[in-house]
Each structure stands twice: as C-alpha cells, then as structure tokens.
C-alpha cells in the first residue's frame, strides 16, 4: 500500500498532523459525532423492543445448559439449534448468576447494536483523519512504516455522520437491534473487527478477533477471510509472523469446529443443513432482495454516497486503500451470498450486515464540500425513509412468504413489545401451549402432533409443532421440542426439500416418521398404519440408523471420533420424505 507523501510539522520521527491545540479542541466533535449513532440507535431499538421466535430458539439450549444437560435443544439428542455459537454461550455465562435470560438477550443485543454503532464510527474516524502514528513492530510482523499519514481534510477537522444514516433510517435495523437473535453481537463483531483493522493492523489480538466470524454466524465466515486478507496485505508480516497470525485467527473456530464434528456429527448447526446452506435459489434471493432495497429506496443513498467518492479522490484527499475496501468487498460477498442461498423469510434481516459492512467507510465523514451535499441529501432520504417508507404488507407476511416478523409477533401477542410467548391474539397457539403446559403439569406422556395428540413413548411430554420457539418455552426441559421444519430436529433438517414452500420452511416431516420415531403403536386417526411401519423399518436402516446413533446414542470416546470421521457424509445426507420410498431406498428390497 503506496503511502501519501505530505509536508507535516512538529516534533518526533513522523511529525504531526495538526497543531496540538487544533487536536485537542476537535476531539469534543469528533467524539459527539462517533457518541451520536449509537445513542441514536438505543432510542430507536428501545422504542421497538422484542423477542423473535427464533431468539427462544437460543434460550432453550441456553436453558439446557443450566440445567447440566450440555449444549443441546433436547435432553438425550445433540442437536446443534443456535446458528450464532458465540451468542449461544454469552447467553450461558450471562445466565449463571440466575439472571432473566429473556432480558439480557433483548437487552444485551440493544447494547452490543450501540457498542457496533460507536466502534464503527471510531474506526471511520481514525481511517479519514489518523491522530496519531502506527503501531510498529509487534508479534504479527516485522517493524514497517507507521499508519500513513494524510492532510487535515478540514480546517475544523469536523465529521459528518454519512454513512451512519443509512441503517439509522431503517425499521429492520431498529426492530433487529434487540430480538434476541445474534444480530447484535454481528454487528459489535463487524464494528470492532474493522476499527482493529485499521488501528492495530499488525498485533495478533486482532487476527484473533478477525478470525471469530464462523462463530459469530457461519456465513461471516466470508468476512473474516477478506478482513485476514486485508490484514495480510496491511502488515506484509514475515512467513513466521503470518503463520502466527493463522494460527490466532484459526485457533478458537477450529477447536470448536472439531468439537462440533464429534460432538453434534455434524459440519455446521442444524439450522444450515435444514436451510441448506449450500444451495443455489438464485431467483428468490433476487426477491428477497428486492423487497429489502426496493420499499427503502436504497439506490438513492446508494447515489449520493457513490457521486461524493469521486471528487473526494479527486481532490487528494485520499485515505488507505486496504481498511477501506475491505468491508466494501466483504459486504458484497455477504449480499451476493445471501442471494444465492434463496434469501430469508424474515424481511431484510439477513441484508443487515452486508449493510453495515458497505457504510463502515464513511460511516463518518470529513466536512469537505462534497461530503457535506452527500450527507445533506442522505439527510432528506434519511428523513423520508424513518417516518414515511415502508414495505407494503406491515405487520404481515407477504406474498413471497417474507414476514414483517416484528409486526407479526406483536399482532399475535396483543402488545407492543412482546418479550415472552403469550399469543393473546393469537388462539391456536395459545391453546397448544395451554394443552401442552397441562400434561407437563399431570404428567402425562404426551406426544403432541400438528392436529391431534397421542400417547407417547418417552415419559414426559413431546411436541411437534413448527413454532420452534415457542413449543421449547412451554414443553418441559426433560420433554422433547420438535419442529417438523428441522431447525432443532435431526431427523427433520436431513429429509428433503418441499417442493414451492415458504423460504426458511420448506422442509415439513410428515407425521408418520414422529409418530415412528418418537410415538407408540397406539396410531392417531388418519394415519396410515403401513406407512409408519414403512418408517419404522427404514429408521432402523443405513444413513437413518447412522444418524440416530451419532445424535442419541451415549456419547464416548469411541462415538465421538467416529461422529468425526462421518461429519461430512452425515452433514449431506437427505432421505425421501415419503416412508414406502425411504424404506426403499435405505433398506433395499
């Protein structure tokens, strides 16, 4: 990276930039500006306060953990359901003092959301106008040049919040901001990781960090290789530095990875291989984006923030190439990505870190003549887009299947900031947990289908239902929760796709396998008795019998390595939904 030859003044081997005084005075400012969008951000994501179904998901497993029955959704079966590890076990360590789960996962996202916000502000910050000289020398690499320096960009050294109005404006980053979903700690993550990349480019603390993406969400995975690529090409360090480097970056996701593999058998968490993680729907990612970018009119930010680029660059005010395009880069592998996997059906959630990565370099700005219009006219949208757009089916699901999933849980508990299951307007819910709740309570071993219940063949009380969240807040701990969908339920997240169903939703266990898997001979009404022998048979066959063992079967030395060894073949695995064709196919003739 080619540094800005400048004319510098004051004492030390790399000058100063400004007088100490001018400094001094501009660090009230600068630090209003980078306080501003996180303080912002409290306020909105407060005023818009919940609980996603998905973030019970993660309080259930937090539950377990607890309880002494190990990282699993349900006791007796390793299944990974927590697609955000890191998020997962900050949850455990904030519940061993006996604290409200729920509250710290609403209200521990809020902050990490405002901690993103002020580091993603700091690092805009110290990209555009360095206070001070690099860091050389260290343990990554070899003593180079200090951080390259540039002129003031204003006579004030005044910045500009540009890039922070982007997601500042929108309804989904207010409403993710809490949800007790992991999208807090990924945007605290991203945030922190880029202000080290810029700051301390060369100290294996920060390969460290940059490495924990995978854990972070799996897909970050992305962004932690194009920000240790960009550290590579910042610090130039030596063979030796870069393999120490790799090995801080590396160290704690693949220790996990290894034990994920024996533990759970499988490559990934169970919500990847239900989503199917490496499939290519590439026409209903493209509607999915469409119905993030097009109600925001997001080519409009987009617009103004692209026409100030050129002059600033043409008027020498230029700042290192590397920190700023690497968040650009990462953020359009993160949208291409999402695209090709088909989306989401929670509306823009997924688009929200590719957002922040694209804004983290003018996140704050210098108060040239450009930058200032650009932040003017994002100011307007900024304006319009806060208190007037929004997607055409608030409150609701959409036609394509895509939720407003804030809107709709708030309808479907009566109130405005649901934080805990209660369904108030929502009656087939709530009688399902009224139902479910009153069986926990007699015991009575219960095996809850969609339409009807049965006896069941373990001792307390087991639920299907597809509002995962939900079922795992009201059956018991030692009970099982099962979602015919396959987000915590092994058996479900291996059966094929169904064909034209909801994004995130396509897959749908039949009945006949829970009733095979988990249920008595005592058969419900409408049932076919040779298909849930048909099950039966094929459960006890080849990759299904395989499967079972690795998830049930008690977990030694001897089951962990060969959980291991079959992660990869395991991980593929997809058995026909139908049970005649299953037994087929897995038991031969």
Known sequence: ?????????????????????????????????????????????????????????????????????????????????STGTLWQWLLVLAGLPGTDVVAVAVYGGLLLTAAGFALAAWGAARLHTPSGPGRPGGAFGPATAAWPRHPARTPGGALLPLGALVPL????????????????????????????????????????????????????????????????????????????????????????????MGYYGHLMPLPGVTKEASASLWGRGAAYFADFAGPYLL?????????????????GRSVPLVPALAPVVAGLLCWAYVVKVGGDFMHARMFLPGLLLLVLPVFVVPATRAWTLATAAVLVWAAVCATWLRVPYEGLIGPRGIADERGVYVRQNAAAHPLRHTFA??????????????AARIGAPTLFLARTRVESAAPSVTGAYATLGLNGAVVPLDGAALDPIGLAYPLAA??????????????????????????????????????VAAAR????????????????????????????????????????????RAERKLCGP
């Open 169 to 260: 404006a929108l309804p989904p980053v207010w409403d993710f901001a809490t949800s007790g979903l992991e999208t807090g700690l990924a945007t605290c993550w991203i945030a922190g990781s880029w202000l080290l990349l810029v700051a301390r480019p060369r100290a294996l603390a920060t390969a460290f960090v940059l490495g924990l993406g995978p854990l972070v969400r799996p897909d970050l995975a992305l962004v932690s290789a194009v920000f240790l690529g960009a550290q590579w090409l910042t610090a130039r360090p030596s063979r030796r530095g870069a393999l120490a480097g790799a090995a801080a970056a590396g160290a704690l996701p693949v220790a996990y990875e290894v034990f994920r």
């Open 537 to 580: 048979r094929a459960l006890a066959c080849g990759p299904l019998a395989e499967l079972r063992a690795a998830t049930r079967a008690p977990l030694t030395a001897g089951r962990f390595l060969r959980n291991a060894a079959g992660a990869l073949e395991r991980t593929s695995f997809r058995f026909p939904n139908d049970p005649v």
């Open 299 to 315: 080519w409009l930010p987009a617009l103004f923030i692209a026409a100030a680029v050129l002059p600033a660059r043409r008027g």
């Open 425 to 438: 307007g929502f009656r087939g819910n709530a009688a399902y947990a009224r139902e479910v709740r009153e």
């Open 1 to 81: 990276m080619t540094s800005l030859r400048v004319s510098v003044r004051g004492s030390g081997p790399h000058g100063s930039l400004v007088a100490p005084g001018s400094v001094r005075r501009d660090r009230p400012w600068h630090l209003a500006v980078c306080l501003l969008p996180a303080l912002v951000i409290v306020c909105a994501g407060y005023r818009r306060r919940w609980m996603s179904d998905d973030g019970h998901i993660y309080l259930r497993t937090v539950r377990q953990v607890l309880a002494g029955h190990g990282p699993v959704f349900n006791a007796g079966e390793r299944a990974e359901a």
């Open 494 to 531: 291996h059966s094929q796709r169904v064909p034209h169903a909801r994004v995130g939703h396509d897959k749908r266990l039949p009945d006949e396998w829970i009733v095979a898997d988990r249920g008595t001979d005592d058969l419900p009404p409408g049932l076919d008795p040779a298909r």
